[in-house]
């Protein structure tokens, strides 16, 4: 009974063996070994870990990383073997310090063919250190803008931030504090002939301060504005625009304050009004519609924080006056006929024209007959339309017209001269006495075959006439028989249809409609439908 029982418990014992044995081979089947880093290892940092292992060419791998405790995926990328090692850089910052992590390799989204299952443990933080403040126990130092440096070092390679504090001497408020992230710091607007104490606190992301030893510097008294140069136009320059000019300064002062100016600018000969800019940071300001061809005096009176003074005068001239190119007129055609009789308004246009000194452009448009003419003037749009044409034309007049465009100093350019011919055309009369005409009475009916329909139509302008015919078995089933018939009768084989029903008690009723368009003068139509009935 014992043998049995041994013998039970080394059969099962084998098969764990197997069922262990052949996990093992999976793995190793994968082809993934890794390198680094090594199982078990402690104190690494943890900003500058990268991880390699051994793989097949060509082939691609996930690298996948976890919080050992929470089992959490801290990082993971895909990378594709380019050769038999592979290397895999980890950004600064996925890792938090004195943590234990597990990592493997698989092939891409194949947990079946993975590498075996690795643990580091990250190394603690340790405090990051910040000295050798700049300024400290100097004088003399610009108020203004100053510049404020210093030295900090990690250990660990974390990000820093950086509190600078600046206090007047003998106050324990801040003057200034604020938060950087780099080792320097540009203080503004200090207090001349003042004495500062400052220091900087260090911190890394994990919590770790560091503060750094109080350091001292004292401001100079201050002093004017030192200059005033102006970039654009030049100083004496001439043939400057006079229109949307940019005009462009720069001041420098020794205490490296930001400076407020008032700026004048005047014609030569007359007084300075209203500034362009009073007590203004601004270095720039866009001046339009100046005087062509005139002398300009342009004045910057610089100020600093204590409202000490520099003034300068610049002067330039600007540039002489170009006429607008002249216009295109577009309608109405040069040589065209207007009908007034199909037209309730008639539309001028011409293109708008860009003046080369970017003038604002005016235009006049001049419409003459003979001895007579209209002139429209200012018009700001590229067109102008006439609704009231008995008002302003006659019928049978040939007509002139052009367009001046006029920039805002009176330099005027003009089109070319186009021509047009005003003309009435009436419509014709409606078509008359067809044949067949109405069946209302209801007569003998006609034969299945009628060899011409005929109908009377004028014009009363004595234009010709074209017809075009159309016939159905209802007013809305029309389908067109003959167009342009320059006669008015239209001849035909064709053979209609017999009616059907009881012979001698009730005959079938055929509609044949026709409808007339006539054509006249160019083109208008004229529509009159004549609906007749037949019996056959």
Aim: aromatic residues 12%; hydrophobic residues 35%.
């Amino acid at each position: 009974m014992r043998l049995k029982k041994n013998f039970w418990m080394f059969t099962l014992l084998f098969v764990t063996l197997m069922l262990a044995y052949s996990c093992v081979s999976a793995t190793v089947s994968s082809g993934i070994e890794l390198i680094s880093p090594e199982n078990n290892s402690i104190n690494l940092p943890f900003n500058k870990i990268s991880f390699s292992f051994k793989g097949d060419v060509g082939k691609t791998y996930d690298v996948i990383v976890k919080d050992s405790v929470t089992n959490t995926v801290v990082f993971t990328t895909t990378v594709t073997a380019e050769k038999e090692i592979v290397e895999v850089s980890v950004p600064k910052g996925t890792f938090s310090p004195d943590k234990k992590y597990k990592w493997y390799v698989r092939l891409t989204n194949n947990d079946s063919k993975s590498s075996a299952q690795w643990s580091f443990t990250t190394r603690k933080n340790t405090v990051p250190t910040v000295s050798g403040l700049l300024p400290d126990g100097t004088s003399g130092h610009p108020f203004g803008m100053l510049g404020l440096t210093w030295k900090a070092s990690d250990d660990d390679d974390d990000d820093l931030t950086f509190v600078v504090r600046i206090y007047e001497k003998g106050k324990s408020t801040p003057f200034i504090e604020t938060t950087v992230a780099t080792d320097t710091y540009l203080a503004k607007n200090l207090k001349q002939l003042m004495t500062y104490q400052w220091s900087v606190e260090v911190r890394d992301k994990w919590g770790a301060i560091a503060k750094s030893p109080i350091a001292e510097f004292s401001t100079k008294q201050n002093e004017p504005p030192e200059r005033i140069d102006l970039l654009y136009p030049e100083n004496n320059s001439t043939n400057v625009k006079f229109n949307n000019l940019l005009l462009r300064w720069r001041g420098a002062d020794k205490d490296y304050e930001e400076l407020k100016y008032t700026v004048y600018l005047h014609s030569e000969g007359s007084q300075p009004g209203k500034p362009l800019l009073s007590l203004n940071t601004a270095m720039e300001y866009l001046v339009t519609e100046l005087y062509p061809d005139t002398n300009y005096i342009l004045t910057i009176e610089a100020e600093d924080t204590y409202g000490e003074k520099l003034s300068r005068q610049f002067k330039f001239r600007t540039k002489v006056n170009t006429p607008p190119p002249a216009p295109n007129l577009i309608e109405p055609l040069d040589n065209s006929k207007v009908n007034i009789a199909r037209v309730s308004s008639l539309k001028f246009r011409w293109n708008a024209v860009i003046d080369p000194d970017e003038d604002f452009v005016n235009y006049r448009l001049v419409i003459r007959s003979g001895s007579s003419e209209r002139s429209m003037y200012p018009l700001n749009n590229p067109e102008l339309e006439f609704s009231s044409l008995s008002t302003f034309f006659k019928v049978g007049q040939k007509y002139e017209w052009y367009v001046v465009a006029i920039d805002r100093n009176g330099d005027s350019a003009m089109s070319k001269v186009f021509s047009f011919e005003t003309y009435l055309n009436n419509p014709p009369a409606i078509p008359s006495n067809p044949y067949p005409g109405d069946d209302k009475e209801g007569n003998r009916p006609l034969p299945n075959r009628i060899e011409q329909f005929s109908w009377v139509c004028s014009d009363p302008d004595g234009d010709e006439l074209r017809y075009d015919l159309y016939m159905g078995d209802s007013p809305d089933s029309l389908k067109l028989k003959a167009s342009d018939l320059k006669t008015s009768n239209y001849s035909t084989t064709e053979l209609f249809e017999f009616g059907s029903g009881i012979i001698g008690k009730l005959l079938q009723k055929t509609v044949i409609t026709i409808q007339l368009k006539v054509r006249f003068g160019r083109s208008k139509l004229l529509t009159r439908r004549l609906h007749q009935q037949h019996l056959f």
